[in-house]
C-alpha cells in the first residue's frame, strides 16, 4: 500500500519528523572540527546532563538506533549460555529480527501478560535450573517502559522486579524507547522510576520524540561498563561523528524540551481515546497510559481509514489496531480522523 507521506498519520511516533529545537542544536555543532568519536565538548555535556538527571555514577554510551541499545546493553551483563526474561510482546522479542537471540547468544524466555507488563509471579515460571548445565541460566529481566501496549509501570512495580531480579542473581534492563513519555504520564523525573528503584541497564530513546536518531545505553553499576567500549565498536555503533548525536541529547535534556514534546503527544493520545468513548462499535483495550492507543475496530473499515490515516494493525485475529500520536500531531489530525472513522461506521 501506498502511504500518504503529506498527512500525519497515526502509524509510528517514528514517523514524526525533527523538533526544530534539536534541528538548531545539531546546527550549533556543525561548525569547524572536532575530536571524533565522542571525544568532544558536546559529547562531554551530554553525558553531564545524563548524570544531572540520573546520577553521577552513571555510564553513558552513545548509539545510533534503539535495537543496538537494547541488544547492546544486554550483551554487556551476559554471556552466551544466559537467559533474558521478557514479555510476550517485548520488542525484543517480536521486533528486533532475531538480533538479541544472535548477538548476545543468549535465549529469550517469553511471558503471557495481559497488560505488557512483567510481575515476579509472572516470572517465577522460568526461575529453575540453576546450576544445571544443560539448562539456559536466567541473567536479565528485560522490561519496556511504556509498554509494547502502552501501559506504565509505576515505580513501586518496577522496584517488585529489581529486588526479585536482585535476590535470585538476575540484573534488570529497561527499554525505554519512549521513556519521556513514560516520566509524563508518571509525573515524575526519570531518576524516579530507573536509579531509585534498582534498574540495571537502561536503553534511553529519544528518536520516537523528536530526535532524528540516537539513543543512549545507561548503566548505572559501572562495572557493567568496563569493557563496554569495546563491545559498542564490535557492534558497529560507535559513531565517528558522535558530536551530531550528543548534540541533540543537549537540546533534548535541555529546557525540558523532552517534557514538552511528550506532554504534547501523550495529551494527543488522551484526546483520540475520549473522542472515541462515543463511538461505540470501537472498543479501547488497554488504558491509554502514553501516546499509544489500542482498539478494536470493525473490520471492514479499516482499508478505509488507511487510505487517509496509515496505521498499522496489532492483532489481526481480533482486528485489534494501535494509533500512536506523536510531539507534532495537531488536535486537527485527532478530529478528522474520527470525523472519518465515525463517517464509515
Not at 142 to 147: E, N, Y
Not at 202 to 207: A, H, I, Q, R
Amino acid at each position: 500500500m501506498e502511504q500518504n507521506t503529506t498527512k500525519r498519520g497515526f502509524a509510528s511516533d517514528n514517523n514524526s519528523g525533527v523538533h526544530p529545537n534539536i534541528f538548531d542544536e545539531m546546527l550549533k555543532a556543525n561548525s569547524g572540527h572536532t575530536i571524533a568519536y565522542g571525544d568532544d565538548i558536546y559529547t562531554a555535556k551530554a553525558v553531564e546532563l545524563f548524570r544531572k538527571e540520573l546520577g553521577s555514577h552513571v555510564e553513558v554510551f552513545f548509539v545510533f538506533i534503539g535495537s543496538a541499545a537494547n541488544v547492546l546493553g544486554i550483551k554487556a551483563a551476559t554471556q552466551s549460555h544466559n537467559a533474558i526474561i521478557c514479555a510476550e510482546t517485548a520488542h525484543i522479542n517480536v521486533d528486533e529480527c532475531g538480533a538479541p537471540e544472535r548477538f548476545t547468544g543468549c535465549k529469550l524466555l517469553t511471558v503471557e501478560t495481559v497488560n505488557g507488563k512483567l510481575t515476579p509471579e509472572l516470572i517465577k515460571k522460568h526461575m529453575h535450573g540453576f546450576g544445571f548445565q544443560h539448562h539456559a541460566q536466567p541473567k536479565v529481566i528485560s522490561i519496556s517502559q511504556p509498554t509494547e501496549l502502552g501501559t506504565v509501570y509505576t515505580p513501586t512495580e518496577i522496584e517488585a522486579l529489581a529486588n526479585y531480579a536482585h535476590s535470585n542473581g538476575l540484573l534488570l534492563h529497561m527499554d525505554g524507547a519512549r521513556l519521556a513519555n513514560a516520566a509524563v504520564s508518571l509525573k515524575m523525573p526519570f531518576k524516579n522510576f530507573t536509579t531509585d528503584v534498582g534498574v540495571d541497564i537502561l536503553s534511553f530513546g529519544g528518536t520516537k520524540n523528536g530526535m532524528m536518531y540516537g539513543e543512549a545505553i545507561v548503566f548505572f553499576q559501572p562495572k557493567l561498563a568496563e569493557d563496554f567500549m569495546y563491545t559498542r565498536k564490535q557492534g558497529l555503533q560507535l559513531a565517528s561523528k558522535m558530536r551530531y548525536i550528543s548534540a541533540q541529547f543537549i537540546a533534548y535534556l535541555s529546557n525540558n524540551q523532552w517534557r514538552k514534546t511528550a506532554e504534547h503527544a501523550n495529551a494527543m493520545a488522551a484526546l483520540l481515546a475520549s473522542k472515541l468513548k462515543n463511538v461505540p462499535q470501537v472498543k479501547i483495550t488497554q488504558p491509554v497510559d502514553a501516546n499509544g492507543v489500542f482498539a478494536i475496530v470493525p473490520p471492514q473499515i479499516i482499508p478505509k481509514l488507511k487510505e487517509q490515516y496509515f496505521f498499522y494493525d496489532w492483532d489481526e485475529s481480533r482486528n485489534e489496531v494501535r494509533w500512536m500520536a506523536s510531539w507534532d500531531t495537531t488536535e486537527e489530525d485527532i478530529d478528522g480522523f474520527v470525523a472519518l472513522l465515525s463517517s464509515l461506521l
